[in-house]
């Protein structure tokens, strides 16, 4: 709670992964995946309420030893492949109304980027609120420092290359930064995101991270490069 307002986590782990079999409880640093976005809502100063929606008993029994509530099986019509996030969120949201218990904020924290700490979430929290009068919602982005489009190119039919943007090549240091978003978190006042079924329109903060922690896990490549990074943050977090 900040400022006597409730603040609701939700960690999606549905079953069926195609990238990584059984990818949301996959071993990452000696812990199941799901383990690193539940302590980083468990260990939040803010978050009142943390539940992990699932479509399977088996990761749910995982949470639940973890010591995430779980109280719902997700229907298996919300945990396909394209669900959209805003109907896992309604799901988990409409739960709570039936039971008069209600939220001023919402947090969605995705097993996949487990570089999330509390202290990210609650800094991000901190923001949002701060920032209530002008902002609706909070969302994480990374410094897009290897991948400027001005040094993306297209290759024609012929194999040869063009340049994407008909721009003059400047010095990376002289370009201005852009962002993408990295997935690590989203945060959003309950009342905003039900209207506007996203966290991404014109009221939305920016989280920055950095780009160690931008890593979203897909594949078994991203799988090995965080668990050198989590065996090395010690070392990483001394380069600040």
Not at 80 to 100: C, E, L
Not at 135 to 151: C, G, K, M, Q, W
Not at 207 to 223: T, Y
Request: aromatic letters at 10%; a positive charge.
């Amino acid at each position: 709670m900040i400022e006597n307002k409730k603040i609701l986590a939700i960690i999606p782990a549905r079953s069926g992964s195609k990238g990584l079999l059984n990818k949301n409880i996959i071993n990452l640093n000696n812990k199941p995946l799901i383990y690193w976005p539940i302590q980083a809502a468990k260990k939040s100063k803010y978050v009142d309420n943390a539940i992990l929606s699932t479509d399977s008993k088996k990761i749910q029994k995982i949470g639940l030893k973890i010591g995430i509530d779980s109280p719902f099986i997700r229907p298996k019509k919300i945990s396909r492949d394209k669900t959209p996030s805003f109907d896992v969120i309604k799901h988990a949201i409409d739960f709570f109304s039936k039971k008069n218990i209600f939220f001023e904020y919402i947090v969605l924290l995705e097993p996949t980027s487990p570089l999330t700490t509390y202290k990210d979430l609650d800094l991000a929290i901190k923001k949002l609120h701060h920032n209530r009068a002008k902002a609706d919602s909070i969302v994480s982005v990374s410094e897009n420092i290897n991948h400027h489009p001005i040094f993306n190119v297209i290759i024609k039919k012929s194999g040869l290359i063009n340049k994407y943007e008909k721009k003059p090549l400047k010095r990376r240091q002289d370009l201005n930064k852009i962002y993408f978003f990295d997935g690590s978190l989203y945060i959003s006042k309950l009342n905003a995101y039900i209207k506007k079924k996203t966290f991404y329109h014109s009221k939305t903060l920016a989280f920055i991270v950095p780009k160690w922690k931008s890593f979203e896990i897909d594949d078994q490549v991203d799988l090995i490069c965080v668990n050198a990074i989590m065996k090395n943050l010690k070392n990483i977090e001394k380069l600040k």
